[in-house]
């Protein structure tokens, strides 16, 4: 990566709120993915070495619980915010949605979608990617999906009682299904194709830690959302979304922490294959 | 009235008055003498009367006896009927008047068999002192100065008629006969004959067990015969010695007089002694060495009867019988002269001191356990590891069960044996007999043999306790253990069990959530269609509650065994578990594809990067298009 020196000013991609939710979520994620997976995956020796290393099934139930309670707060934090940017940015639900900075998707995406199939095979150029692509709009809207689906059958594992009022017993069942293979999918994927599309692509190695530092190279931006920087540099707004780099102590201990998570992260993966493949029962 | 025979002037004198009132009254004088019978007076010397015209059966008895065959002979010592009974004077044996009134008999017996008469000098009659012996004797005092008639008179154990030398086999006095004689009387001595009378050993085996005139001398019979009999001083004067060996094989015949004196023989609370020659038997006080007439090892099942059975019965005394040298006898475990009780603890059959004792044998390598083919290994050191051996041996609890309170002491069998007390049928009884109730729950839960007659296997107490190696039920191992030995049986639901929560947590080695016996019991297991089941319709919530208050009849309706790979039973959990299987799947390949094709180009934009930064003047600004144009 090009250092120009401490001075080199970067474009701010992320707010701090955002950059703060994102290792919030990071931290919620792994908890609820090692304590979730270890009653999964009871069957192998792994699962209980680690549940005693998490201080027994009782503690990492609490430790699960309150990592879903973190994940709930960023998830309403987000929304919360979503509303005080279309208060104070875009006025309208209308202009956040369908502006071009949302994160809906829309009918450019597919074209940039099939744009990107055409490059992969040598059948055209790259497109030029806005603001967010669409698979990073593809893994927000995951989120979603994952947040609604595995947080409430999670609520119903969590409070059985309750939702037996109104619901058969075999819901419960079908909730450990749901919620289970949810997780499984939510981990693998994030775990994978996540870590690859985003943070590891080989031409951003080592890694591309935009979401911990909420900073962007210049260069970069150009390069990966040439349509975003080439509509701010024509509005002259980009001046006013530039700010300063991190000194790199800063971003030492920024990769050191997304290293560690990476490291928990494909940990968990090579535990997930080797359960599904080799003991399974 | 006179006559002379053989040179003595002989009365001929009938007292009619006598006569007239004795039984033979009412007959006349030619009843009996019926040569007499129309003949004219004075008649001729009557023939000899003939008592068997009426007593056939006393008569041919007679002839059988020894009497009758000595008058056979012409002995003139011989007695006939009225030698015994008188002739003209003849009364029922009950009136006191009759010669053989039971308080007459010894005196008419003796007679002949007194000291100094011909008969007693003349015949070969083994005993002396007969009369006096009998006199002196419980039964002659009985008789003779407190004026018991029932008590045994001479008739009584020889019989009146049928009179035969103890070596005739036939002879109320043979040694095989012997037993039954006495106990016409003597019914309840197996009160302290445990084995010989009830046992009906005395006859069927008399050669093998002393008859009661080994200890009870014949006519002076007391309760303390070894007194007078094979006084243990006897013994003394040479088994005293410590140097004492047999000869044969050097093998040392000290008797420790100390240990013999503590010995529950010697000190008891019935304070009764054992002598020497009550173990070993077979002693002949008239010999200089009156030990060397035993032939046979102790027997303790002359005493110990019901005990003596039961080893008999044992497969250590099914082995001692086939002379097996492995085979444990009496004193493998209880020691000899020094045997002490059960109770006393410096006894090695103390509650405390049995697992060492069996251990001797039945320890890894020794010499029971090496011919052992069973399942159960490291029997003693899994016991000791046990709850019920540590609660015997850390905690001194005499009470708790040893070896042979499953095991029996004495009626050891080998599970396989039907009657075993570790058989699978009475395996419940075995352990019931401490643990109360616990068997009665067991016996109406469906696991018992009367709950289902399909024959099926069933399990008992030590298929999910284990027989040696038992835990505590509180033990968390033993709690996990558990559901393996419910799944050895029911498999699919113990798999599926593992498939749901509880099961996973309980997987994992944590015992707080439910497991099989929380919902199902443990000994009182019943069928869940069974209305007392905890898991029956009524029942099910309230077994829910007790981990999840405030549970309904609809959260029961939680599937505790569910399994998703069956469409049949549970369609919600297949359709589901192959919905999220296909969506997850479906996300995976699609992005995967999408990720593998991407790297090619990756790595080729990184190639472009590199070769970028490596050019010292980049035209800022314009990347996208340098990229553009080498692609």
């Known amino acids: 990566m090009p250092n120009g020196g401490v001075a080199q000013r970067q474009f701010i991609r992320f707010t701090r709120l955002q950059r703060i939710l994102h290792i919030c979520m990071i931290v919620s994620f792994m908890s609820l993915a090692l304590t979730g997976l270890t009653l999964k995956f009871s069957y192998t020796k792994w699962a209980a070495v680690l549940s005693h290393l998490l201080g027994g099934f009782e503690s990492a139930g609490y430790i699960h619980r309150s990592a879903a309670v973190v994940m709930f707060g960023v998830f309403i934090t987000h929304l919360v915010d979503l509303y005080r940017l279309k208060k104070k940015v875009h006025g309208t639900w209308r202009a956040l949605l369908l502006g071009p900075s949302s994160m809906l998707p829309s009918r450019r995406d597919l074209t940039e979608f099939v744009g990107t199939l055409k490059w992969f095979v040598g059948q055209g150029e790259r497109p030029a990617y806005g603001r967010w692509t669409y698979w990073e709009k593809f893994d927000y809207f995951a989120v979603f999906w994952g947040i609604a689906v595995i947080g409430s059958t999670g609520l119903t594992l969590w409070f059985p009682v309750f939702f037996t009022r109104f619901l058969p017993g075999w819901f419960l069942n079908v909730a450990t299904i749901i919620h289970s293979d949810e997780a499984l999918l939510a981990t693998g994927f994030i775990f994978t194709v996540h870590f690859f599309n985003t943070h590891l692509r080989p031409e951003k190695f080592p890694m591309d830690i935009t979401v911990f530092t909420g900073r962007m190279p210049l260069e970069e931006l150009k390069r990966d959302k040439p349509r975003e920087y080439e509509a701010l540099a024509a509005s002259g707004k980009l001046e006013e979304k530039m700010e300063e780099a991190y000194p790199p102590i800063v971003v030492r201990a920024i990769r050191a922490f997304a290293w560690a998570a990476l490291a928990v992260g494909f940990s968990i993966v090579l535990w997930i294959i080797y359960a599904m493949l080799f003991a399974y029962r | ?631």
Request: with cysteine; net charge positive; hydrophobic share 30%.
């Open chain 2, 1 to 631: 009235m006179n006559t002379t025979r053989a040179g003595k002037t002989v009365s001929l004198y009938v007292d009619g008055k006598k006569f007239a009132t004795s039984v033979h009254g009412s007959l006349g004088c030619t009843g009996c003498h019926v040569d007499l019978e129309g003949k004219e007076l004075p008649h001729e010397t009557p023939a000899k009367v003939n008592c068997g015209t009426c007593h056939a059966t006393e008569q041919e008895q007679h002839a059988r006896s020894l009497h009758g065959k000595a008058v056979a002979h012409g002995d003139p010592l011989a007695p006939r009927c009225a030698n015994c009974h008188g002739n003209h004077d003849i009364y029922p044996v009950k009136d006191s008047r009759s010669a053989v009134a039971p308080m007459k008999v010894p005196f008419v017996c003796g007679q002949c068999h007194r000291e100094g008469t011909p008969v007693q000098r003349n015949r070969a009659i083994p005993q002396d002192n007969i009369l006096e012996n009998y006199s002196e004797s419980i039964h002659g005092e009985a008789l003779l100065k407190k004026g018991l008639s029932v008590a045994p008179n001479c008739a009584t154990c020889h019989t009146p008629h049928l009179i035969l030398p103890h070596t005739d086999p036939a002879s109320s006095i043979a040694r095989r006969n012997i037993a039954a004689t006495c106990t016409k009387c003597h019914s309840q001595i197996e009160a302290v004959h445990r084995k010989i009378i009830r046992g009906e050993l005395w006859e069927k085996e008399a050669n093998v067990l002393p008859a009661c005139i080994d200890c009870h001398q014949p006519h002076k019979i007391r309760n303390v015969f070894y007194t007078q009999g094979m006084a243990d001083a006897d013994c003394m004067r040479c088994h005293a010695d410590p140097k004492l060996r047999r000869a044969s094989d050097g093998q040392p015949l000290y008797v420790n007089v100390d240990e013999l004196s503590h010995s529950s023989h010697q000190t008891n609370a019935r304070n009764q002694k054992v002598a020497c020659s009550q173990c070993h038997s077979e002693v002949n006080a008239s010999r200089v060495r009156p030990c060397e007439t035993i032939t046979h090892k102790v027997d303790c099942s002359s005493c110990h009867d019901e005990i003596g059975r039961q080893y008999a019965s044992s497969t250590h005394g099914q082995l001692a019988n086939k002379s097996d040298p492995n085979a444990p006898s009496c004193k493998e475990c209880h020691g000899t002269h020094g045997v002490l009780g059960r109770l006393d603890p410096k006894s090695p059959t103390f509650a405390t001191n049995i697992p060492a004792l069996c251990a001797r044998c039945h320890r890894e390598g020794q010499k029971a356990a090496v011919r052992y083919s069973g399942r159960q290994h490291e029997i003693v050191a899994n016991y000791t590891e046990s709850i019920h051996g540590k609660g015997l041996l850390k905690s001194g609890l005499t009470v708790t069960a040893t070896c042979t309170s499953c095991h029996t002491a004495h009626r050891v069998l080998p599970r396989s044996n039907p009657e075993s007390s570790v058989n699978v049928a009475n395996v419940p009884a075995t352990c019931g007999r401490c643990h109360n109730g616990i068997e009665e729950q067991f016996e109406n839960s469906i696991h018992a043999k009367k709950a289902i007659a399909s024959g099926k296997e069933l399990p008992v107490c030590n298929d999910c306790h284990t027989a040696h190696a038992i835990r505590r039920t509180d033990e968390d191992k033993f709690r996990l253990d558990i559901m393996d030995q419910c799944g050895r049986c029911h498999q699919e639901i113990a798999k599926t069990y593992f498939d749901t929560y509880h099961g996973k947590v309980s997987r994992l080695g944590y015992t707080k959530t439910a497991k099989c016996y929380d919902c199902h019991g443990a000994h009182d297991v019943l069928a869940v269609t069974d209305p007392r089941s905890r898991l029956s319709r009524a029942n099910v919530a309230a077994t829910c509650q007790k981990c999840h208050p405030g549970a309904t009849r609809r959260f029961a309706g939680y599937l505790t065994h569910a399994t998703h790979h069956d469409p049949r039973k549970y369609p919600f959990l297949f359709y589901t578990f192959w919905g999220m299987t296909a969506l997850l799947l479906g996300t995976f390949v699609v992005s995967g594809v999408h990720t593998l094709l991407w790297l090619p180009r990756a790595f080729q934009m990184r190639q472009e990067l590199r070769a970028a930064e490596a050019e010292p003047a980049t035209t800022v600004g314009t990347p996208t298009s340098e990229e553009s144009s080498d692609a």
